[in-house]
């Protein structure tokens, strides 16, 4: 049962097969049994089992609804009443917060069962998901590696199958990395199409919800239920509600039923195959690619020239939106106070020392410094008019293609603690999904094969990156489903799952 989809697990539960409680039960047991991986910060089986029995009873009247009745874990940077709502950070290691975020009140009136709260990078910082208080979660591929970040729980957790979906946010890669290195399925919507309300805020102007499962198709379902305009996010986007299945499994343009994808341009950016890139991830990307092209698509090369200012401009507006984010932890209005101060000052100082962890207060350092008086012209004000020139050349190689794809990642996961002291470096392997977010555009991740045969990283997942233009998530997990509709990378699971 654990290795089922949504759409059959909602088959399960339609045909009393299985209830909504027993179906909570069975994961929640293989949570408790995969405690090895810390996927996860906080369970309760009562809240849980609480939820699942109200779904019984709404499917026992008849009154289900697609989701009715699901399981699904929550990053821990959404607030949830009842669970505490951490971001990964000894800051709010205690916090329980009076309100749903949007994303989980929305799935929740859907009848989604939450499952608990999954670890992360410390406000969603880091590719790694070793900046965690709550510690390092271990990629369930190889026990050995990182599962990716900042959204690291959710992906370990979908990836060894102790739920079935999960929530992430992607700032600057934190769904699609951690997906691309876990072998599962992660979609960043256009941003804006998530409400921001609720989600530990990060970096405002890039911080993007999006769920992660193992399958297009599961993601598509979650998304109808979570996307919507909010009110109450000053950023959300005011269009009408869409379904998000209404492509999968229709051709593309032509009539060929052999080449679903006849007539789709697919853009591979040549920036995104040049050095850097390693020759294991490349192989399994040029296999995917063949596969799309034996479906009836057609490559052709396109430009993002400013792709390597990605990084440095990303890591100057990130910091500095996150320094003015994180100014709201004080100890006074939430989260940890030191025990012992002198004055107000020194109470401010010494909770923010205390409650932060390294990575966080780097970040905080390096966006009051670009912020600050004399460097915001020089740093802030420059990375903004370049992120505005990375946009307008994904509009340029739109000119030529319907989608872009590439790799999510240079390299398959990594060892844990191999980058956890060099900052730098982890800042380098985000080379290949900062431009999608500094640009707002919508991207996810598909598994497309593993590192090389016979050598240590043969059962490290690599993910395929697909690229579209604003709002077109529909089509772009109509690609996927494609993929996977003819493939079998997004079925297998871990050694033992
Ligand atoms: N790795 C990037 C960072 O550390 C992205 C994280 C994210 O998307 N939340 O900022």
């Known amino acids: 049962m654990h290795q089922k989809s949504l759409t059959e697990l909602r088959a399960a539960l339609d045909a009393k097969t299985l209830s909504a409680v027993e179906l909570a039960q069975l994961f929640l047991q293989r949570i408790e049994a995969a405690k090895n991986l810390n996927a996860f910060i906080s369970v309760d089986h009562d809240l849980t089992l609480a939820q699942a029995k109200a779904a019984d009873t709404l499917i026992a009247k008849g009154e289900t609804g697609v989701l009715t009745g699901l399981p699904i874990a929550h990053k821990d940077v959404f607030v949830t009443r009842g669970w505490t709502s951490t971001a990964g950070s000894k800051m709010l290691a205690n916090y329980t917060s009076p309100f749903d975020a949007t994303v989980v009140d929305r799935l929740k009136n859907a009848g989604v069962v939450t499952l608990g709260k999954t670890n992360m990078d410390e406000f969603a910082m880091g590719s790694s998901n070793e900046n965690s208080y709550f510690g390092p979660v271990k990629n369930p591929w190889d026990l050995k590696a990182v599962p990716g970040g900042s959204s690291g729980g959710s992906a370990a957790a979908v990836a060894a199958r102790l739920a079935p979906a999960a929530t992430g946010t992607d700032t600057g890669g934190s769904i699609r990395q951690p997906a691309s290195f876990t072998g599962i399925t992660g979609i960043k919507p256009t941003y804006g199409r998530v409400s921001r309300y609720g989600m530990i805020a990060f970096a405002s102007s890039l911080d993007q919800g999006g769920p992660m499962a193992r399958s297009a198709a599961d993601c598509a379902l979650l998304l109808n239920a979570i ?83 990605s990084i440095p401009v990303y890591y100057i507006i990130a910091p500095a939106e996150a320094s003015s984010n994180l100014s709201r932890f004080d100890g006074v209005r939430y989260g940890h106070r030191a025990a012992e101060y002198t004055d107000l000052l020194d109470m401010y100082k010494k909770s923010r020392a205390e409650g932060f962890g390294p990575e966080v207060k780097r970040r905080i350092l390096v966006g009051a410094y670009v912020l600050s008086h004399g460097y915001y012209d020089a740093y802030y004000l420059q990375a903004q008019k370049i992120r505005r020139i990375i946009a307008q050349d994904f509009q340029e190689a739109f000119n030529h293609c319907d989608v872009i794809m590439g790799p999510v990642a ?26 999608i977010s500094l640009a707002g555009l919508p991207g996810m991740s598909v598994p497309c094969g593993f590192g090389a045969a016979g050598s240590a990283h043969s059962t490290r997942p690599v993910g395929l990156q697909i690229i579209g233009n604003y709002f077109n998530e529909a089509r772009l997990l109509q690609v996927a489903d494609a993929f996977q509709r003819a493939s079998d990378w997004h079925l297998q699971s871990p050694a033992g799952v």
């Open 410 to 435: 240079p390299s398959v996961a990594w060892n844990l603690g191999e980058k956890a002291d060099d900052p730098v470096q982890m800042y380098l392997a985000d080379i290949y999904t900062l431009s």
């Open 227 to 309: 996307a919507s305009f909010d009110p109450r996010d000053s950023t959300s986007l005011q269009r009408e509600d869409e379904d998000y299945t209404r492509y999968l499994g229709q051709r593309w343009s032509g009539d060929d039923a052999a080449k679903p994808l006849a007539g789709l341009r697919i853009g591979l950016p040549k920036e995104f195959f040049g050095e850097g890139l390693s020759a294991e991830v490349r192989s399994a990307i040029d296999v995917a690619l063949k596969q799309y092209e034996a479906l009836g698509a057609t490559l052709v090369e396109v430009s993002l020239p400013k792709t390597e200012l």
